[in-house]
């Protein structure tokens, strides 16, 4: 049997899940939180901090191809995906703190620090995810055992979800005693040493098999021409771009909600936990459902559900917990499944390239989804911050009637329209069970006879 097809341990497959569980330790205080932190603690406005967000992205459509080339041409005796979590994971835990320290350098200052801050970590979380997320394309070529590897991925990511979601304002109030500020630093202290011990699991415990064909000569031109020749990878590309939008301005939202909508601020994470437990649950029914159905068509019904079921989310009142508790599980509990899926497609789209135009560049197909998911979360954290401001907000008070329907119309109506349409983008998607099979039948015999010569 080819090393490329390697069926993986369960030590391989748990120590990679494990180093989006150190993302998630970071990424989750960002993706939850730094929003109402930047408005209600740090003191900058809701428009300056989603046009900070929005700033961001800029540089990422710079950042973010250039990392996927410069890993792809990275040689190193750990391969060229690996080294960069030994590389990065210790810049990437000190800027986190950094990014949730308030020094008091005035409003200008401040804003031009949150910036900073907050464009460092962006970069630095590209240098070690995207060569994190493509390392699970370059571990086996086997397709099914692609998608079983991103179960286990999204198991311990929503596991560092589960936890930094279930336990940061507890942590915060524990720390801070009363100084908010004081107790965002210490948690993000705590949360960024886990995050730097597990990348190193990571990088101890995975091994890169598949290489590019033996003769490819680095062609950047080529590379970025065959890229935009892809159609799937470009479809994947707008959909992880809509689908982190709705996440980003979901998110980023709810703090909103609890605190001003249902009264009750600290239920929030009660909220996030139920629904992060949701997602965890339903996670393993991706690879089964995909052997079934169809990567393509498992993925349009999650998007059809669950963004059917986060509208449904509007309905009720502050006093209908229930219902509210309800919607969330089954909005997560019918997207969990399309989770793996979108990374294990992205593999797919890699194999696709080399198959149809004799080149591979794993990291400059995989810097789509790290740019994808940034710019998602970019311009869902501005639309959030822009959409307080238009409808009044104003922090650490009474809202008025018309700012309330808003908030609840951003953790709901929104995001759930936004990823319903990613079910017309996917319905152009053209990589089924039959073409995946026989890609790895070609692919594989290639590299045996580049081996033979």
């Known amino acids: 049997m080819s090393t490329n097809t390697t069926k993986l341990s369960l030590k391989e497959k748990i120590g990679y ?25 740090f003191g900058i406005s809701a428009a300056a901090a989603g046009t900070i967000m929005l700033i961001a992205r800029f540089w990422d459509m710079l950042s973010d191809p250039l990392m ?45 620090y949150a910036g900073v801050t907050y464009l460092l970590l962006m970069t630095v979380f590209t240098a070690i995810n995207l060569p994190y997320s493509s390392l699970g394309a370059v571990m086996t070529s086997d397709s099914y055992e692609r998608a079983g590897l991103n179960s286990y991925r999204f198991i311990f990511a929503f596991a560092g979800q589960l936890i930094v979601t279930g336990t940061a304002l507890y942590l915060a109030g524990f720390f801070g005693k009363g100084d908010n500020a004081k107790g965002y630093q ?106 079934r159905f169809g990567k393509r068509n498992v993925y349009i019904a999650s998007s ?16 209908n917990m229930t219902a509210v508790y309800i919607l969330n599980v089954l909005a997560k509990f019918t997207y969990a499944p399309a989770v793996p899926l979108l990374w294990t497609m992205l593999a797919d789209t890699a194999d696709y390239s080399e198959w149809k135009f004799g080149r591979r560049a ?28 238009l409808f009044h907000f104003v922090p650490n008070t009474d809202q008025s009637a018309s700012t309330l329907t808003g908030i609840k119309l951003m953790i709901s109506v929104f995001p759930g329209i936004l990823y319903m349409s990613c079910a017309i983008l996917l319905w152009y998607y053209a990589i089924d069970h039959k073409t995946c ?17």
């Open 17 to 41: 899940g494990l180093g989006d569980t150190a993302s998630h330790f970071v990424w989750d205080m960002v993706g939850f939180w730094i929003l109402i932190f930047y408005t209600d603690t």
């Open 68 to 112: 996927g080339i410069i890993a792809d041409r990275t040689s190193t005796r750990w391969g060229k995906f690996r080294p960069y979590l030994l590389w990065m994971a210790l810049p990437y835990s000190v800027l986190a703190v950094l990014t949730f320290s308030t020094p008091d350098i005035g409003p200008t200052g401040k804003v031009i």
């Open 186 to 291: 210490y948690t993000l202290l705590l949360f960024a040493a886990i995050s730097f011990i597990l990348f190193m699991v990571t990088f101890m415990t995975t091994k890169e098999r598949v290489k590019p064909p033996a003769k490819q000569q680095h062609n950047l031109k080529q590379d970025i021409k065959n890229l935009f020749r892809n159609r799937p990878w470009v479809i994947l590309f707008f959909v992880g771009i809509v689908s982190f939008i709705m996440f980003a301005l979901q998110n980023l939202s709810i703090a909103y909600y609890f605190k001003y909508y249902i009264g009750q601020e600290q239920n929030v994470q009660l909220f996030n936990v139920i629904g992060t437990v949701a997602l965890i649950a339903g996670i393993p029914f991706s690879k089964p459902l995909a052997k």
């Open 304 to 319: 059809l559900l669950s963004g059917l079921f986060f509208i449904l989310l509007y309905l009720p009142g502050s006093e």
């Open 362 to 389: 794993t990291g400059l197909v995989f810097s789509a989804a790290t740019f994808a998911q940034k710019a998602g979360w970019g311009i869902g954290g501005a639309l959030a911050g822009w959409m307080l401001a």
């Open 437 to 453: 099979l026989l890609m790895q039948e070609e692919l594989d015999k290639r590299r045996e006879e580049s081996e033979e010569k």
